[in-house]
């Protein structure tokens, strides 16, 4: 005897029958959330549920059923119409798709039409990175009929269309005004054999229509602009620039060729950022419209998809000038680790990292402020500020030693001498030259006017060359000062 539940708009009904009638359509169930679907619009029909308990009563459920909630009594028919216990099916006959024959295919019977039994399809997009369903997936799925159709899944990233013609079924989703917010990359049909990598609430929902697509994380080049990348994949660079930053408009691509592809070289009129071999993470994100053909009717197809998931490190001073090619170590919410060198623009990303909290260390304090000296120095010959280019002098030896070494790594773009050279062609006042040079020898350097600091002299005698001594104001002695502050942006890879 087989308990078959008999669904129509507006009642449920249960039979039990021997066999399998001819005139009933079976719905075949594929998950525990398929059959809650069919069953809870009768969850507030008291008729309807007083005979659901009275089948799980006849089923011998353990608990008894009049104590059991409304949801819990769907739960529990669920979980036996998925394992076959329970049947359901609609009381109509059979439905139909009516073909007419054209001239060509008519047979000798040709007052006839052909018949097709019309069936379903299910599309469930799964994060391939948490395994949960992706809700609010918009995607246009194409029919056997050939018709086209605007879809959305629901709160169990499902999309089900019912009564069509047997075949295969095409999904796609467009790109227009995408960005890379709402964007899932594409990672692969069918489910997956391993276990998620994040935990199941790293991602919370919310209501934001998402699409799929293509994505390549491309890296950049010398000579490449936005507008030849845009142009391969098919895109005007204002769509491409929107995509990845949200920004169509120059002032703001700027600023996020900076912050997010770490773009550090500039046009000749210095307006600009151009893309250089060096730029680090240099990523621009290239979408292409994802699109499935072949999707056969009948099935549950399972699309894979993820959030392209990073994390911004930037390493500044107080004054918000990058600090280039420091060693970092973060260490993860897991208790994993990463070590890797900033860039030139003194930001890096970590793709995909375990959500919470990110503890990211320097260890080279010496590294950093020598090169955070050296920043300073150069914005300070940008502003034409000489008080700041003095007191990047004003460190000991090493410090300062080692900040020339830097300016002359990283920042050497004014005469393309040096420091000292673009420090005696910014500063040409006499008193500023002298106050300089003494804290020039202070730092064991040489000086243009041929001045010595001799050892065991006061503080403020500096003697020429010729032994005269000449007074200059008493340079402060040497700061200990830890390096300068460093912020990285951001703090946990979930705020």
Request: charged fraction near 25%; proline fraction near 7%.
């Amino acid at each position: 005897m087989r308990h078959v539940l008999i669904i129509t708009d507006s009642s449920l009904r249960v039979l039990t029958v021997p066999g399998e009638p001819a005139l009933l359509d079976f719905i075949e169930i594929h998950s525990v959330s398929h059959a809650i679907r069919l069953l809870k619009p009768y969850e507030h029909d008291p008729v309807a549920m007083a005979r659901l308990r009275m089948l799980l009563a006849q089923d011998a459920v353990a608990t008894t059923p009049a104590s059991l909630a409304e949801d819990q009594v769907i739960r529990l028919l669920a979980q036996r119409l998925l394992a076959g216990r329970i049947h359901i099916a609609r009381p109509d006959q059979p439905r139909f798709a009516i073909i007419e024959a054209t001239p060509e295919e008519a047979t000798p019977d040709e007052g006839k039409a052909i018949k097709k039994k019309l069936t379903w399809i299910e599309i469930l997009v799964i994060n391939d990175l948490t395994g949960q369903p992706v809700p609010w997936v918009r995607m246009a799925v194409k029919l056997p009929s050939g018709e086209e159709n605007f879809y959305t899944t629901d709160n169990e990233g499902l999309i089900r269309v019912e009564d069509i013609e047997p075949g295969t079924c095409d999904a796609r989703c467009d790109l227009k005004n995408a960005t890379l917010d709402d964007t899932f990359a594409f990672v692969a049909m069918g489910e997956k054999t391993d276990p998620p990598r994040f935990p199941s609430d790293a991602f919370p929902s919310d209501n934001t229509i998402r699409r799929i697509a293509e994505i390549e994380a491309h890296k950049v080049k010398a000579g490449e602009t936005l507008d030849s990348l845009a142009q391969k994949a098919g895109m005007k660079w204002q769509d491409l620039a929107r995509f990845n930053w949200n920004a169509d408009y120059p002032d703001a691509i700027n600023q996020a060729l900076h912050n997010r592809v770490g773009c550090t070289k500039k046009t000749h009129d210095r307006l600009n950022y151009v893309f250089d071999d060096t730029d680090k993470p240099g990523i621009v994100y290239i979408p292409t419209k994802w699109e499935e053909t072949g999707l056969a009717t009948g099935k549950q197809h399972v699309v894979r998809a993820k959030p392209v998931w990073r994390f911004f490190l930037i390493l500044q001073n107080e004054r918000e000038l990058r600090i280039p090619e420091v060693d970092y170590e973060a260490t993860f919410s897991d208790d994993s680790r990463k070590s890797g060198k900033l860039g030139i623009g003194g930001m890096d990303h970590l793709l995909e990292p375990v959500p919470g909290t990110i503890d990211v260390k320097y260890k080279d304090h010496t590294d950093i402020l020598q090169k955070s000296l050296a920043a300073m120095a150069r914005d300070a010959f940008e502003r034409r500020d000489t008080q700041e280019i003095l007191r990047v002098l004003k460190h000991d030896p090493k410090t300062v030693q080692g900040m020339i070494d830097m300016y002359a790594k990283y920042y050497n773009d004014l005469s393309g001498q040096g420091f000292v050279e673009d420090a005696y062609a910014e500063i040409t006042d006499d008193e500023a030259v002298g106050r300089m040079e003494t804290l020039m020898l202070l730092a064991e350097l040489k000086v243009r006017s041929g001045k010595t600091l001799t050892l065991g002299s006061p503080p403020d005698q500096v003697y020429d060359e010729h032994g005269v001594s000449a007074p200059t104001a008493a340079p402060p002695a040497y700061p200990s000062l830890p390096p300068p502050p460093a912020t990285d942006e951001g703090v946990t890879t979930n705020g």
